[in-house]
């Protein structure tokens, strides 16, 4: 049997997809391609009404494309509108899909017991840098957002688990990522505490932590990340989604633009060849000139190595979209556009800032690798993919 997983959405879909993947492969299957995999797979996402849409299409793209195949869609849409997927074999929750794979596979082989696997399995062989979930859910309730009623709420994975999922990957790069990262806890350990005991288990390898809230950045985790010498990645992705006091306000966002700016400044204080990285929403209703002003200044002050601008779409079943003064979309496409050129310009003011330095790269093919810093870097011909090398930028 071959199977193809079809991907949208964030960093935590890719992992979970990765996820699938490696239990296909253990259960003996192979890799193919759309129109000639056996088995399908289509994890959706259903963050924007777009998402949705696009995650309706690709199922629907999957059929069209390869008839004779077994088609399961999987993932945030399923879970809150499962009535679009009505016409495919549709499993929402990531675990029984998990157990309904192993099943269909072990039947393919003539076997009755699936068993059982571990929750976390190595990496595809055709992943260079390891994603590992150690969190799902969320405990906030921004009102543009339905991911908290499509995941749940808040919930980590043990840390007997995160180290065994690290062991597979100790000598390259390992991203930990979750729904809201930052609120990981096993018991009284939070995520600086898991750090600290992931570190003597690294080999040449290091972690890269993926989007974590604000309020959730903490001294001790910062000053753990300076004292790691680059083997937790001086990286951090720290989401705004605007620059506005008003707006932050309308999105139920638990802080204000002095806090992020003050939250920047600590952060760069302690680690001063961190990079940083963040989110930012354009066009919530009622997003004024002044409003969107704020921003890009906010945005300039914090001098961010990147910005993913997402242009503000209403998703039904969340607050935001019963909001007055819903911002007309030639507007939305302007201000999106003027926040990705000022994105570019901080994103190359930042890389030519770092020349000289020197960053680990791990390689993620011939010629091209990503920098500790976030940045795409030429590498050496002969380096080979998933290898950690160190460069002068």
């Not at 556009?337 to 093919?365: K, M």
């Amino acid at each position: 049997m071959k199977f193809y997983v079809y991907n949208l959405g964030c960093r935590v879909n890719r992992s979970e997809s990765d996820h699938l993947e490696a239990l296909l492969e253990a259960q003996g299957l192979e890799r193919g391609g759309l129109a000639d995999a056996d088995l399908i797979v289509v994890n959706t996402c259903t963050v924007t009404s777009e998402a949705a849409r696009k995650s309706r299409k690709a199922a629907h793209h999957a059929r069209r494309h390869n008839p004779k195949a077994r088609i399961m869609v999987t993932g945030c849409a399923v879970n809150i509108d499962p009535a679009d997927f009505a016409d495919f074999e549709s499993i929402g929750d990531k675990a029984a899909l998990g157990a309904k794979l192993r099943q269909i596979t072990f039947e393919a082989s003539g076997q009755q017991e699936p068993g059982t696997l571990s929750e976390v399995l190595p990496p595809p062989a055709a992943r260079v840098r390891h994603d590992l979930k150690i969190q799902d859910g969320c405990g906030h309730d921004c009102a543009y957002c339905i991911v908290r009623k499509a995941r749940g709420g808040a919930r980590s994975l043990p840390v007997a688990k995160v180290l065994d999922g690290l062991s597979h990957w100790p000598d390259g790069e390992t991203v930990f990522t979750g729904i809201d990262l930052g609120a990981y806890r096993d018991g009284d350990l939070d995520l600086a505490a898991l750090l600290r005991l992931c570190l003597p288990r690294l080999g040449r390898g290091r972690i890269r932590l993926s989007s974590i809230e604000p309020t959730n950045l903490k001294q001790d985790l910062v000053d753990l990340i300076a004292e790691s010498d680059g083997r937790i990645c001086r990286h951090l992705h720290i989401p705004l989604q605007s620059g506005s006091d008003r707006i932050l306000h309308n999105m139920s966002r638990p802080y204000d633009r002095d806090f992020y700016l003050t939250l920047v400044k600590r952060i760069r204080s302690r680690i001063p060849k961190v990079a940083l990285s963040s989110d930012v929403i354009v066009g919530l209703p009622g997003e004024s000139e002044s409003d969107f002003a704020d921003t890009i200044e906010l945005c300039q002050a914090c001098a961010f190595s990147k910005i993913h601008v997402f242009r503000y779409s209403a998703r039904r079943g969340t607050p935001a979209a019963n909001m007055p003064d819903q911002v007309d979309e030639a507007v939305k496409i302007a201000r999106s556009q003027a926040l990705r050129n000022l994105g570019q310009h901080l994103r190359a003011t930042d890389l030519a800032s770092r020349a000289g330095n020197r960053e680990r790269v791990v390689v993620e093919r011939t010629g091209l690798g990503t920098s500790e810093s976030y940045h795409k870097i030429k590498t050496p011909r002969q380096a080979r993919p998933g290898d950690l090398i160190e460069m002068v930028l």
